[in-house]
């Protein structure tokens, strides 16, 4: 029987996790949506990679509250690979589609990328803020569908620069290898080749694809001088979304759990 789940974060949990409160969105979806009631037993997941066994113990508007019988398994266990998926900014509901198959796919975090030939471009940081929140909100909604107990990071935009300072710095001052590549339509290697070079099962990757308009000759210098492998999929020039999402999947199959 598929599970009716439901998404509340870890403050929605009282201190003895022995009961939980839904808010807005998903209390209404509980109460009006699926028309469950009192005594109906349900599954919540955190957002961190908990979940748990439930029974509805008041159903109200806008709010319900809900009982823990017992803390379970998630639906669907989690990748062995922490994959960073990093996607130049896309138009439309393009980027929308990047993320919600990245969740399904099981990627751990998502992060914008203004490049130099980006689709769009960011009017402010409000714009930015209202992109994000939409995408955090496709997220949630993947990884309730996908019956993932961990939903995606969606990051705020960041620019090339940044990104390739940013991976670098960070996993060089960890300690951790630094398993990045970027991934182009031309004067890369194949991920075969790309594979050889690095651990045989890592468990950090970060993943960068383009947009439509491709890397400028600056882009792919600064990323090789940077420490990046870059990689080409094929002959065939795939479409920014179908790219990130072809490698997405094919990481997964190599390294975390798709198989």
Not at 189 to 213: C, D, F, H
Not at 233 to 241: C, K, Q, V, Y
Request: hydrophobic share 45%; charged share 25%; aromatic share 6%.
């Amino acid at each position: 029987m598929t599970r009716r789940r439901f998404y509340a974060p870890p403050s929605a949990f009282n201190s003895n996790l022995d009961s939980v409160t839904l808010a807005s969105d998903e209390a209404r979806h509980l109460r009006d949506v699926l028309r469950l009631k009192t005594g109906d037993e349900v599954y919540v997941f955190d957002g961190k990679g908990k979940e748990f066994h439930c029974r509805i113990e008041e159903s109200r508007r806008d709010t319900a509250l809900l009982k823990v019988i017992s803390e379970v398994d998630p639906a669907r266990s989690e990748s062995p690979l922490q994959l960073t998926l990093a996607v130049a900014l896309l138009k439309g509901e393009k980027f929308d589609l990047v993320v919600q198959k990245a969740t399904e796919l099981g990627v751990t975090r998502v992060v914008p990328v203004v490049t130099k030939l980006a689709d769009i471009r960011l009017r402010d940081d409000s714009d930015a803020a209202r992109r994000v929140a939409r995408w955090q909100r496709i997220a949630l909604e993947a990884a309730k569908q996908s019956g993932r107990a961990v939903v995606p990071e969606i990051a705020g935009p960041i620019s090339f620069a940044a990104l390739l300072q940013n991976v670098g710095g960070n996993l060089q001052n960890a300690g951790a290898e630094l398993n990045c590549l970027m991934f182009s339509e031309r004067e890369g290697q194949s991920i075969m080749e790309a594979k050889a070079a690095l651990p045989a099962n890592p468990s950090l990757l970060t993943a960068l694809v383009g947009s439509e308009g491709g890397w400028t000759d600056e882009e792919l210098a600064a990323a090789r001088q940077a420490g990046w492998t870059i990689v080409t999929l094929g002959g065939r020039t795939l479409r920014a979304e179908t790219a990130a999402i072809a490698v997405a999947a094919l990481l997964q199959y190599l390294y975390g759990d798709l198989r």
